[in-house]
Nanobody, 123 residues
Framework: QVQLVESGGGLVQPGGSLRLSCAAS????????MGWYRQGPGKQRDLVAT???????NYADSVKGRFTISSDNAKNTVYLQMNSLKPEDTAIYYC?????????????????WGQGTQVTVSS
């Protein structure tokens, strides 16, 4: 089993900053990549940013230049630094990690999700 624990959400004024963290724990060989998705009220869950274990990053166009994803591979932790926040960034932010685990049929790559953390941008 793999668990993802997120922290760092909250209420912030427009233009403010927040830093999200997500730590993975459990039984796995390796994490291929980690990232963040978000789901606003009445909307689908969309990609925010991802980071590969080798350091390659990918961002949604809406957050480029404002958000920065980083990771600490030794701690199995991913971070999302969010600056210049806008009301439209309001959403539940979910952490995702693709982990390699040992299964009866061999090694399997599986996506695991965190429970979500609320980010509200409002004056």
């Amino acid at each position: 089993q793999v668990q993802l624990v997120e922290s760092g959400g909250g209420l912030v004024q427009p233009g403010g900053s927040l830093r999200l963290s997500c730590a993975a724990s459990g039984t796995f060989f390796r994490i291929n990549h980690m990232g963040w998705y978000r789901q606003g009220p009445g909307k689908q869950r969309d990609l925010v940013a991802t980071i590969h274990s080798a350091g390659l990053t990918n961002y949604a166009d809406s957050v480029k230049g404002r958000f920065t994803i980083s990771s600490d591979n030794a701690k199995n932790t991913v971070y999302l630094q969010m600056n210049s926040l806008k009301p439209e960034d309001t959403a539940i932010y979910y952490c995702i990690a693709q982990c390699l685990t040992s299964q009866p049929m061999g090694v399997m790559a599986t996506d695991y999700w965190g429970q979500g953390t609320q980010v509200t941008v409002s004056s």
